[in-house]
């Protein structure tokens, strides 16, 4: 979804010279409320991504930074044992999935998070947060069977 709003807002902080330093507030915002809801669960973060390991793979909830500077957009994987994707009538296919997927039709990724936008409204982080805790968590707990979440 294109949004005006947004591009002239990161214009604007492009020519902030306090903009590096916020955008660094942002990403510490983001990484301590996805520690929230993933530490419980037995993932453990190591730089960029948290991840959990069980018998039946490793999954994974990933923050990949755009090149740009502008945002981070959430990842997330699994592997198997032997390092493919796991042959599971849910798992949809292909290396990475993102947030959106896990909408019938999403007009957007909640998991693409816009450093300006969660500097000036905190409360869009709640959306991705809802969709790990309620959704991905569970998906993740399918591929994982018979093993609880902390080790």
Known sequence: MDDPDLSARKHLAGSDPAFPARREEAW???????????????????GTTWSRVTVQGKSAVHLQRNRYGWDVQIVLRFVTPSGEVPDHPDWPGGEDVTLAEFFERAEGDPGTLAFVDVLERPECLDLAVEVLREQVLPWFEALHPGHPPRT
């Open 28 to 46: 510490g915002r983001i990484v301590a409320a996805l520690d929230d809801v993933l530490a419980p669960e037995g993932y453990v973060l190591n």
